[in-house]
């Protein structure tokens, strides 16, 4: 098999997440496990020269990161992902979490540190910061993160114990303390439960070429937009969704999770992604 393009580049939801944030004018810090291994120095260095400040909880460490192998159809730009995700690596919380979390405006997570992530997530709620899980997947511990998540997003392969279609989930995860709850479905619409009812968000239509990490740009850009955001609406929350689609939508129409950055920027706002 001889492919038509490669790429390489720092990985995993939050660490694109970040990328999506800082690129549209936010100031995002990615709280994480990479190590001194060559492959880890790498990334570390792509993603701050992409203007993620990186805290590296494991930076002694050179045991190889987490590599992803990715093929990507050149005809439908559907991806097929094989990795060991984070499994294998065990993180020791900072003793100054509830410091460094107050300094950001919202809080993203995506649970492949989980106990970092729980810990990050309580302490984010106890500094009053708004929290966002990307629920790519249901994982062991996530119901521990749910009681301090203000807004989940979850793609459709997240199925909580019991649950069997998207409305079962976004009940799911409202039964469960969640204030806004999201489920995206590819390039169907996205559906959207919170406290006064919910709704649905028209993803565009556009000429898919990779949908690698879409949906990481859209935790990312939507994150940027609830820093702008006081105390949520209906209709608030809608319209960054709406926004968030957008972006999402045009990373599909470029190879790798890298080339959708041509042009436009937004606001700033602060965002700590573990």
Avoid at 156 to 162: I, K
Avoid at 175 to 187: H, K, L, M, Q, Y
């Amino acid at each position: 098999m001889t492919a038509l393009r490669q790429t390489v580049a720092a990985g995993g939801p939050a660490a694109n997440a970040a990328v999506a944030f800082a690129h549209l004018g936010g100031a995002a810090t990615l709280l994480t496990s990479i190590g001194c291994h060559p492959l880890g120095v790498v990334a570390a260095a792509e993603l701050r020269g992409l203007g993620v400040a990186v805290r590296d909880l494991s930076a002694d460490s050179a045991v190889p990161p987490a590599v992803s192998s990715i093929l990507v159809t050149a005809s439908s730009g559907e991806r097929a992902v094989a990795s060991t995700n984070a499994s294998g690596r065990r993180i020791t919380v900072p003793d100054d979490l509830a410091a460094v979390v107050a300094g950001y405006d919202v809080v993203e997570f995506d649970g492949h540190h989980m106990e970092l992530a729980v810990a990050v997530a309580r302490a984010a709620r106890a500094a009053g910061r708004r929290t966002v899980l990307d629920g790519g997947s249901w994982k062991e511990g996530t119901e521990q993160l749910l009681a301090s998540v203000d807004v989940a997003v979850c793609s459709d392969a997240f199925h909580p114990p019991g649950t069997a279609c998207p409305e079962d989930v976004l009940r799911f995860l409202r039964e469960r303390g969640v204030t806004w709850a999201v489920v995206s479905r590819g390039g169907r619409p996205l559906v959207w439960e919170g406290p006064s009812g919910g709704g649905t968000v028209e993803v565009p239509d556009v000429r898919v070429v990779d949908t690698l990490g879409a949906g990481d740009v859209l935790h990312g850009a939507l994150a940027h937009r609830l820093t702008e955001q006081g105390e949520l609406t209906a209709r608030g929350f809608a319209a960054a969704l709406r926004e968030a689609a957008v972006w999402a939508s045009r990373a599909c129409t470029a190879f790798g999770t890298r080339d959708w950055m041509r042009e436009g920027s937004s606001p700033s706002g602060t965002s700590l992604l573990p």
